[in-house]
């Protein structure tokens, strides 16, 4: 059974989640793809992935980031990590842009910032022990072969695998215990951010519980900060201090969690909330999914691109895009009509 944040540890004084100090600001962040076409393949359009994303990441809290498959959650997770490079906007990391920097100069930012990736399988070296993968990271960074394999023995027991797992080979071990493996390997260089990118839903539903109380355990024991990508709203609900709801390159509406599923401002985000069948009939405004189908990104509506599928929509909502304002200090939502 997956424990709530508050089952798992109630907050004491003191604790990071209650920093309101940003360890991480995304500004502005967009990603174009370019699409090629005709005989010689010349650039023909392009696909914005990823639209004039702004939001921080608070110091010791789990922020998290959720959409429809194809909104752009997994590039925008990449460019925050310089994985892959964006159009433009830019990245603070504890009040450095890191968005320019060299390799030489990011470098001591790659320890501080990790990555969980969504397929246990793909992940993993099948050429390499679990020893050389986990402790790779520890090796590039200069530290000496019998301190890093007293480090990765540790840290193996740490994430809940047996200690002769250090000379097996990842076909050895199931999806839950890969990504068991993909946990310890992020975070062998003991980061200061984590990012988690849709990390269970490769897994069966009863090891998906196992590995998310893990993460949530591991939270706290090394003070992480995270950024946690899902689809999947009742993981986000479990896990997250506040979220940002993401449609089609845009973010929609940001804020605390339980305000955000409690009293959603977005009909994107009250149709999500609507469908998902465990919450209480008082707190869901629907019971379906949004209607209609997301459109393609490589030509997306104009105006709000969520109109089409609006239940709320007029005029305007076609042919000028929404402000993502403030409603209060904590919300920030993207529409005209509310």
Do not use: W
């Amino acid at each position: 059974m997956l424990l709530s944040r508050k089952q798992a540890r109630e907050p004491e004084e003191g604790d990071l989640i209650e920093s309101t100090t940003p360890l991480l600001k995304v500004k502005h962040l967009t990603k174009i793809f370019p699409v090629k076409g005709g005989t010689f393949g010349k650039i023909v359009g392009g696909v914005r992935a990823v639209a004039d994303v702004s939001f921080q990441v608070r110091t010791g809290e789990v922020f998290g980031l959720v959409g429809e498959s194809g909104c752009g959650k997994t590039t925008l997770g990449r460019m925050i990590l310089r994985l892959t490079a964006p159009t433009s906007g830019g990245v603070i990391f504890d009040n450095v842009d890191i968005s320019e920097l060299s390799r030489q100069k990011l470098r001591p930012y790659r320890h501080r910032m990790q990555i969980i990736f969504q397929d246990p399988f793909g992940s993993l070296n099948p050429r390499k022990t679990v020893g050389a993968i986990v402790g790779e990271p520890l090796r590039l960074s200069g530290m000496s072969a019998g301190k890093v394999k007293v480090n990765v023995e540790e840290m193996l027991a740490t994430v809940g695998l047996p200690v002769d797992s250090y000379s097996r080979y990842p076909h050895e071990f199931s999806g839950g215990q890969r990504q068991r493996l993909g946990i310890a390997r992020a975070l062998s260089l003991r980061p200061d951010f984590l990012l988690a990118d849709e990390p269970v839903s490769a897994l069966d539903v009863s090891i998906q519980a196992q590995i998310l109380n893990l993460l949530m355990t591991l939270k706290e024991q090394f003070n992480l900060t995270m950024l946690f990508i899902s689809h999947d709203l009742r993981v986000i609900r479990s896990l997250c201090d506040r979220v940002a709801v993401m449609y089609l390159g845009r973010l929609v509406e940001e804020g605390p969690v339980e305000d955000v599923y409690t009293n959603p401002v977005h009909p994107y985000t009250e149709a999500l909330v609507g469908a998902i069948p465990e919450l209480d009939p008082d707190m869901r405004k629907k019971d379906q999914e949004p209607a209609g189908e997301v459109p393609s990104p490589i030509e997306p509506p104009p105006g709000c691109h969520f109109h089409p599928r609006c239940p709320l929509v007029i005029d305007r909502c076609s042919v000028e895009v929404p402000e993502l304002s403030y409603r209060n200090k904590d919300r920030r939502a993207r529409c005209h009509v509310r």
